[in-house]
Every structure is written in C-alpha cells, then in structure tokens.
C-alpha cells in the first residue's frame, strides 16, 4: 500500500479538504513553514493560514490541520537547508516501511 508524503502545509490541508486526496493516506507532510509546536505558535499559525489559503472553509481545514498535527515534520529545521527549492507537487507517493 502506498502514502502520500506531502510537501505543504498549507496547499495538502488544502487537497483534503477539497477531496482531492484522503486523509488516511497521509504518511507526514514535510513542511517548509518554520513554526514552534506550541499551542500559541500552531493556533497562529493556522489563523494565517485561513485568512489565505483556507479562506472557503477555514474550520474545516483547521480541523483538518490538527488531525494531521502530529505527522508534520519540519526538515528545514534541523537540516538547516531548504529541501523544497524546486519542488513543482504537493504529494510525493511513499511505500511504508516493512517490519
């Protein structure tokens, strides 16, 4: 079975939303929004968040957000190098690892 490793916060809540891709097959979503995971810095965050990109329904997509709060993984962060430069697609499809 395959997951999708997604590339944008913002845009892949977007595709849920819009039925695009199921939730169920998200993996992690590696964002390259720089953020702390504390409540304040996450609720700002999503509040940014649906003024722009999630202006059609921004509680839904905030619900959306927080399901996916602890598949999202922030590389930049400690890579210290921007993995996204060049990226043209939300999603990227995965195998999971085996046991």
């Known amino acids: 079975m395959k997951l999708l490793l997604g590339w944008s916060l913002s845009f892949c809540v977007k595709d849920i939303f819009e039925g695009k891709i199921s939730i169920d097959d998200v993996l992690a979503i590696a964002s390259g929004t720089s953020f702390t ?9 999503l509040d940014s968040y649906s003024k722009s990109y999630w202006i059609k329904d921004p509680k839904k997509c905030k619900e959306i957000a927080n399901r996916l709060r602890n598949r999202i993984v922030q590389p930049e962060t400690f890579l210290m190098m921007n993995i ?4 043209t697609k939300n999603w990227t499809e995965v195998e999971p690892p085996t046991s």
Not at 37 to 45: A, F, G, Q, R, T
Not at 84 to 87: K, N, R, T, V
């Open 37 to 45: 995971n504390d409540e304040s810095s996450w609720e700002l965050l």
């Open 84 to 87: 996204h430069q060049g990226l």
